[in-house]
């Protein structure tokens, strides 16, 4: 949260006996990357930066300055931290926006993914963002509530990040209602179904599984009493979780295992998955991730 360097960290250093600025330098720069994004390095991306005062500033750019092509200076350490959280919270907020959308495009037969291709086509004022079961990684999901709880010393209320956080937080839930409707159409209850769960790395191409809606969705499945499976090329073995324990491998993807399953519910969309395999022998496919654009009936989007 903004203040959380001169809060937590100037103190401690000034306790010392060190004189910020001419002993020692204090600087804030936030991490910026995408996982699984060929397109950036590390010396690439610009490196935000703000120090405490001018001296710790130069010291900063200096530094990071030898390893990345860019650095951009800020004027506080709590500037540079709200830079951060209004990334964050820009993802965050427009991701519950096009969530939200899918929901409504559902209920009015409208495919909410020809709808944003359809609109990405404007050269100005549109940025395409995608649907999905819900967020995760460790930063979207987490940290506009940082500045949420900070701003309620200055008395406001951060209405756009909470109600994001709702509609963000709500998506399992809603595939979890796709899901059961369809195998209730096909005369199945979710007790007793055999699902098998295509993604659980929170996006696609990485292996980092943290605050993954995948997981989410795999315990309230086992919890409606599923027998749960899941196939990540890039997870083998389910690493346990504070929150979620799995004694569960990746299945390998076949005719014969796709057919084994009731419902096969596509999590995350990594690329190294054979989707006309999928498409071809799972019984029912249940797509949060608009990767299917044929209209089938054993292919439903959630």
Excluded at 264 to 293: K, P, Q
Aim: charged letters at 25%.
């Amino acid at each position: 949260y903004p203040g959380t360097t001169e809060e937590e960290l100037l103190p401690r250093v000034e306790s010392t006996g060190l004189k910020v600025g001419t002993d020692i330098f204090l600087v804030f720069s936030p991490e910026r990357e995408d996982p699984g994004n060929p397109k950036f390095s590390t010396r690439s991306i610009p490196k935000v930066c703000g120090g405490h005062t001018p001296a710790c500033l130069k010291v900063g750019m200096a530094l990071y300055g030898q390893v990345i092509d860019t650095v951009v200076p800020m004027s506080s350490t709590r500037a540079a931290e709200l830079t951060k959280l209004l990334e964050n919270i820009h993802r965050a907020v427009n991701i519950g926006l096009v969530n939200e959308m899918k929901i409504v495009a559902d209920k009015m037969d409208i495919d909410i993914h020809e709808v944003i291709r359809a609109a990405a086509t404007k050269p100005f004022g549109f940025v395409p963002y995608y649907p999905g079961p819900g967020l995760g990684g460790h930063c979207i999901p987490i940290d506009p509530f940082y500045l949420t709880w900070k701003a309620r010393e200055y008395g406001v209320h951060t209405r756009f990040i909470e109600l994001a956080g709702e509609v963000n937080s709500a998506m399992p839930d809603y595939v979890i209602d796709k899901l059961a409707h369809a195998l209730n159409d096909r005369k199945k209850s979710v007790n007793g179904s055999r699902v098998l769960v295509l993604g659980i790395a929170y996006k696609k191409n990485v292996d980092d599984m943290r605050e993954s809606p995948s997981v989410v969705l795999m315990k309230k499945l086992q919890d409606l009493g599923a027998q749960v499976d899941y196939s990540d090329p890039h997870v083998p073995h389910f690493r346990n979780m504070r929150n979620f324990q799995f004694n569960l491998s990746s299945i390998h993807l076949s005719e014969k295992t796709l057919a084994e399953y009731d419902c096969v519910l596509l999590a995350t969309d990594h690329d190294r998955f054979d989707y006309a395999l999928i498409e071809h022998h799972a019984r029912l496919i249940v797509d949060t991730r608009g990767r299917y654009v044929t209209h089938q009936d054993h292919i439903i989007r959630a």
